[in-house]
T-cell receptor, first 114, second 119 residues
Framework: ETGVTQSPTHLIKTRGQQVTLRCSSQ?????VSWYQQALGQGPQFIFQ???????GRGNFPPRFSGLQFPNYSSELNVNALELDDSALYLC?????????????FGEGSWLTVV | AQTVTQSQPEMSVQEAETVTLSCTYD???????LFWYKQPPSRQMILVIR??????QNATENRFSVNFQKAAKSFSLKISDSQLGDAAMYFC????????????????FGQGTILTVHP
């Protein structure tokens, strides 16, 4: 049990729709990162949020966006869903300034786009 | 950009025996962290072991140890006395440790190695 919770755990969307995934970080952690993991692949970094601002972004298009709230929880939004967006989306929380210290992952949200 | 390569898509081991998973990485940064994560079918990403690049001593956590060769940019994981519960996908990952660097606080993962443990 890492203390990082994600919702929903599974969802199915239609191509072209929009989706919002949510993450509550480990208590005391002020940094949240999102990763996309396609089936059989390693996770790919999407972006990171620190103090409610985006703090680094991977190679993902602008239709992937996010938010971080004052309580450090976070949302990942994906617009204009494509079939290739089908993946496990992982949220990870950590404490800024202590890179390399334990990073806690949630159990992920499975997104299927049909 | 940093890259992480795991050249073994699948490995298998007999229960109680030892297995080594390979990982190589490429970076121009001088200070970084390396990790091995385990991902069972539940998909929860679990930290197995962590190595700080400035430390020459190889990290050890119970039955898990690493062979960190900084000059060769190699970071292998050895699992001793393998147990059925060790069966999972294993990922090697890199993170920059310089606060001003682009890879600071962000993990770059390899493609993974599926480990099967035979009773």
């Amino acid at each position: 049990e890492t203390g990082v919770t994600q919702s929903p755990t599974h969802l199915i969307k239609t191509r072209g729709q929009q989706v919002t995934l949510r993450c509550s970080s480990q208590s005391g952690h002020n940094t949240v990162s999102w990763y996309q993991q396609a089936l059989g692949q390693g996770p790919q970094f999407i972006f990171q949020y620190y103090r409610e601002e985006e703090n680094g972004r991977g190679n993902f298009p602008p239709r992937f966006s996010g938010l971080q709230f004052p309580n450090y929880s976070s949302e990942l939004n994906v617009n204009a869903l494509e079939l290739d967006d089908s993946a496990l989306y992982l949220c990870a929380s950590s404490l800024a300034g202590r890179a390399g210290n334990t990073i806690y992952f949630g159990e992920g949200s499975w997104l299927t786009v049909v | 950009a940093q890259t992480v390569t795991q050249s073994q898509p699948e490995m298998s081991v007999q229960e109680a025996e030892t297995v080594t998973l390979s990982c190589t990485y490429d970076t121009s940064e001088s200070d970084y962290y390396l990790f091995w994560y385990k991902q069972p079918p539940s998909r929860q990403m679990i930290l197995v072991i962590r190595q700080e690049a400035y430390k020459q001593q190889n990290a050890t956590e119970n039955r898990f140890s690493v062979n960190f060769q900084k000059a060769a940019k190699s970071f292998s994981l050895k699992i001793s006395d393998s147990q059925l519960g060790d069966a999972a996908m294993y990922f090697c990952a890199y993170m920059g440790a310089n606060a001003g660097g682009t890879s600071y606080g962000k993990l770059t993962f390899g493609q993974g190695t599926i480990l099967t443990v035979h009773p």
